[in-house]
Nanobody, 126 residues
Framework: QVQLVESGGGLVQAGDSLRLSCAASKRTFSNYGVGWFRQAPGKEREIVAAISWSGGSTDYVDAVKGRFTISRDNGENTVYLQMNSLKPEDTAVYYC???????????????????WGQGTQVTVSS
């Protein structure tokens, strides 16, 4: 069992930055690929970014490429999502999720993840 706790959300203005953190309870967290998802009111949960277990491979949805960066510190059992140049359309609850993956491709699907955090709200005002 892996417990995930997100933090770092908040209310910011368009153009500002935030860094989200996803802290894991398990020492073997370094074996897990991690994805950041978001869900806006009335919309389905969507992938934002994903990172392989080693941190050597990353993937981003087109809407955040060049603005968001996913990274991980396996020594600290933590994955980060640095969000720059935030836009009002980035407003959502952000979730991190973990699972065992051998490649990045399946990491875009929420159904493939075994463990989820409780989410953190990000609100971007215009």
């Amino acid at each position: 069992q892996v417990q995930l706790v997100e933090s770092g959300g908040g209310l910011v203005q368009a153009g500002d930055s935030l860094r989200l953190s996803c802290a894991a309870s398990k020492r073997t967290f370094s074996n897990y690929g991690v994805g950041w998802f978001r869900q806006a009111p009335g919309k389905e949960r969507e992938i934002v970014a994903a990172i392989s277990w080693s941190g050597g491979s990353t993937d981003y949805v087109d809407a955040v490429k060049g603005r968001f960066t996913i990274s991980r510190d396996n020594g600290e059992n933590t994955v980060y999502l640095q969000m720059n140049s935030l836009k009002p359309e980035d407003t959502a609850v952000y979730y991190c999720a973990a699972g065992l993956f051998s490649s990045l491709a399946p990491m875009r699907a929420a159904a493939n993840y075994a463990y989820w955090g409780q989410g953190t709200q990000v609100t971007v005002s215009s």
